[in-house]
């Protein structure tokens, strides 16, 4: 784009802030047009006449389309008279149909001017449809349009953001000569192109602007300002800022474009340093545009920039009302500045401005000492009306409620109720209270006593409440059922369950779910299953992790039948189980050993659309290794693939174990070798689980390789892996190898195990070594074993070395010691 004044060279803000110039702030506004651009109605008293007659026939409800007084209007009609019509008629409906009516009306043609006032209309009314047929009527019908008409048709179409249609109409009469746009007509345009953000047409426009000879303004620049602001070009925003400073075309408006763009931007410091310029040169912003940037400020955090510009505001003369003190004081609450919020307050007080209840509100939110708020209550609710003084009460209660002054909250709403108590009393002392509380205000103080394990205060508080004729709501009767049930208070909150629906409150979803829960807490499976049956009966759903519960508590105390009864009967009522039930129930029935129960479970849950996930299958597979089932678990897996299931670490661990439990490890080592094809990294319990099964077989030079590898992966081995290790080693005859690893582990402060040194022992006298046999049994005296689990658990070529009369353990080492 050619604009080698505005765009080419780029200018920093500093320019405008050392400029010397004096900028006229009484230059023209910048809007050049009225939007009651009209042509110049001067109407005789006659015609004038024939227009009310006109609007009252035509306002009549319903309109007579075949009114015969409209054939004499017909002949006389002219487009001034349509104009004083149009804007005389109040629905756009009607408009429109008189409009269209004149259309039809033989020698009469609609000029620019009525057909701007009919556009007029249709966008004051946010009408798409009809304005878009307007603008294609102008072109079809080849209506003459000034470069004035022009512009203003084109800003209304913009108004309901028409711009396609905007530009399309520009061309069009430009091409067909029905106008010759001006300076205006693109003013208006880019005005339009400017809302909508639309950077790389506008520039084109302002491109062929000048190709056609006209020269760039205030009003075509102005727009330009706008659009780069609107999509955050900055620097391109201040070129063309700083062009129209250079030409003295900044006024007002023009620094309040950019003021208030710097704010949206978060550019705060800048926006101030703009303001001070326009203060430099006598320019002073509207009532608005403060409004605007106190509002952005705040929003951005910045309430000490906010807090100075509703100074500067104030030193003008400009009128603050209670809705900035509202911007400002919020903010300071939002920082958490609690005494600046407070200082504001008191200045509005002593302004006599009155506070609106939400800054009251504002104010004891963020307030973190109980006895503050109370003192602002104090000090506010004087001259307040009922309802603002308990949504104050509310807000405080919630307040000390969420600073964890619950008694304070308790002894507020005490005395609200006139309580008799001392603390109540000093309270309401305090206050002078004259209003009663209403369920809200329980409700607040109920939530915070539950939440707070002080069930009974709240229990006590609702018969307070319905005592004093409060009716409690859904909320207060949920609170309380639900901490009753909490607490294995069952038969209390099925009560309290009664009195609800007496009431005429029904139970919701949350209701019901409190119940079961504590049903299901208790396993009782006859309760919670009436519990299930009653929530289908009223359209509500189990919640899954009260269902899972009792299925996991069932089967952790062997009754693994009677929650795999629940499942089914859950589904016969049309509660389709979730898999993380069925879960509990399978490893329930896996635990027990009952695998071929858990296959059949498992394939009526993918029968009924259940969809299995892989803990489901692992359970499963789990089961199958260990009763010895491996093709079977392997088929299990293969299933998983078929279905999209990606196979975990714990998937291939299972198997790793099933394999070597059976001793082919073989096949347990082309396992590890698929998971580290298929990238899975091998656990601590992979490598542990494969070292055992090599050293079972024989294979401990294949384990030792084993572990030097898991160490270069990073992979560190733990207390059970050496242990295996060394287990492992003893049983291959070699206790040399297996004691280097027993030294590790104690050298990584890992205490070993009783059967460590057992192995050991055994080992070291299965190859005739008696002194490292005793050196072992005297290792395990010193770390604190037991003899009588020695006697208990080993071997009986260890029980004889205990027991050979003529040596004592003590003895020996004691003799080796004074010997060194």
């Not at 602002?376 to 600073?403: A, F, Q, R």
Request: charged content about 20%.
């Amino acid at each position: 784009m050619a604009l080698p004044r505005i765009l080419n060279t780029h200018r920093s803000l500093c320019k405008l802030m050392i400029h010397k110039n004096p900028i006229n702030p009484t230059s023209q506004s910048h809007s050049p047009y009225s939007t009651n651009f009209s042509n110049g109605l001067s109407l005789s008293s006659e015609q004038t006449q024939v227009g009310y007659d006109l609007i009252s026939i035509f306002t009549k409800q319903p309109f007579p389309p075949d009114n015969p007084e409209l054939k004499k209007f017909a002949p006389i009609l002219t487009t001034k008279l349509v104009e004083l019509v149009l804007n005389g008629l109040k629905s756009w409906k009607t408009a429109f149909s008189f409009f269209t009516w004149a259309s039809n009306q033989s020698g009469y043609r609609h000029n620019c001017y009525t057909y701007n006032a009919m556009a007029s209309i249709l966008s004051n009314a946010r009408q798409n449809a009809p304005l878009r047929a307007l603008a294609l009527d102008v072109v079809n019908l080849n209506c003459l349009m000034t470069p004035g008409g022009l512009g203003f048709f084109l800003r209304c179409l913009g108004s309901l953001g028409l711009v396609k249609e905007a530009n399309i109409l520009f061309d069009q009469v430009r091409t067909k000569g029905l106008c010759v746009p001006n300076a205006y007509s693109y003013a208006c345009l880019f005005e339009v192109i400017s809302k909508s953000g639309g950077i790389d047409l506008l520039e084109m426009r302002l491109k062929e602007m000048m190709d056609s000879g006209l020269e760039l303004d205030k009003y075509t620049l102005t727009p330009l300002l706008m659009a780069y602001c609107k999509v955050g070009k900055f620097d391109k925003a201040l070129d063309v800022f700083n062009e129209m400073f250079e030409k003295k075309w900044v006024d007002a408006h023009v620094f309040s474009i950019l003021v208030v763009s710097f704010s949206k931007w978060a550019k705060v410091d800048k926006a101030f340093e703009l303001i001070g310029a326009m203060e430099d040169h006598s320019i002073r912003m509207n009532e608005k545009t403060f409004r605007v940037l106190i509002n952005g400020f705040v929003k951005e955090s910045r309430v000490d920039r906010a807090l100075q510009l509703f100074s500067k505001m104030r030193e003008s003369g400009l009128g603050v009302d209670v809705s900035l003190y509202d911007v400002l004081i919020g903010g300071f609450c939002k920082n958490n500045e609690v005494e600046k919020a407070l200082c504001l307050f008191s200045e509005m007080k002593q302004l006599g401005i009155r506070p609106d209840v939400r800054i009251l509100i504002k104010i004891v939110s963020c307030c973190s000492n109980g006895e503050r708020v109370i003192s602002l209550l104090e000090e506010t609710v004087e001259d307040m009306g009922e309802d603002d003084v308990i949504l104050l009460y509310n807000s405080v209660l919630k307040c000390l409620v969420n600073m964890g002054s619950i008694d304070k909250a308790h002894f507020l709403l005490c005395a609200m109720m006139g309580g008799e108590s001392n603390a109540a009393f000093e309270v309401n002392n305090r206050l002078n209270i004259n209003v009663r509380p209403v369920t809200s205000c329980f409700r607040i103080v109920i939530d915070g006593l539950l939440k707070t394990d002080k069930l009974g205060m709240a229990l006590s508080l609702f018969k307070d409440m319905i005592h004093m004729g409060c009716k409690p709501d859904i909320l207060i009767y949920n609170d309380l059922i639900d901490g009753l049930c909490n607490s294995n208070r069952l038969e209390e909150s099925y009560e309290l369950l009664r009195d609800m629906e007496d009431s005429g409150l029904e139970p919701t979803q949350f209701t019901h779910n409190s119940l079961y829960g504590c049903l299901s807490r208790r396993e009782d499976v006859a309760g919670a299953f009436h519990m299930v049956k009653r929530m289908r009966m009223r359209g509500h759903k189990p919640w899954i992790k009260y269902s899972t519960l009792l299925v996991k508590q069932l089967c952790k105390h062997g009754k693994v039948v009677e929650a795999c009864n629940f499942l089914h009967d859950m589904l016969q009522e049309g509660f389709l189980p979730d898999i993380v039930a069925y879960s509990a129930a399978l490893n329930g029935l896996v635990k027990t050993q009952d695998v071929d129960s858990a296959l059949r479970m498992f394939k009526e849950i993918c029968a009924q659309g259940c969809c299995p996930d892989v803990v489901a299958y692992n359970i499963l597979i789990n089961g199958l290794c260990k009763a010895t089932r491996m093709q079977e678990a392997e088929d299990v897996v293969n299933e998983m693939l078929v279905k999209g299931l990606v196979p975990t670490v714990v998937t291939y661990n299972l198997l790793i174990d099933g394999w070597c439990k059976i001793g082919d490890i073989g096949r347990a080592m082309e396992f590890l070798s698929r998971m580290l094809g298929e990238k899975i990294e091998p656990s601590v319990i992979t490598y542990t689980t494969l070292i055992d099964g090599l050293c079972a077989v024989g294979q401990s030079n294949d384990a030792l390789m084993l572990l030097d590898d898991m160490r270069r992966k990073g992979c560190a081995p733990n207390r059970i892996t050496l242990t295996a290790l060394i287990n492992g080693l003893c049983k291959c005859g070699r206790p040399d190898t297996a004691l280097v690893y027993l030294h590790e582990m104690e050298e990584m402060g890992m205490k070993p195990d009783n059967f460590v040194f057992i192995a050991l022992v055994s080992a070291f006298l299965s190859v005739s070594n008696q002194p490292m046999a005793f050196e072992i049994l005297q290792e395990m005296v010193d770390a604190g074993s037991v003899t009588n689990q020695l006697e208990d658990r080993s071997s009986s070529s260890v029980k004889a070395l205990i027991g050979f009369p003529t040596i004592n353990i003590s003895d020996s080492r004691d003799e080796e010691r004074s010997e060194v």
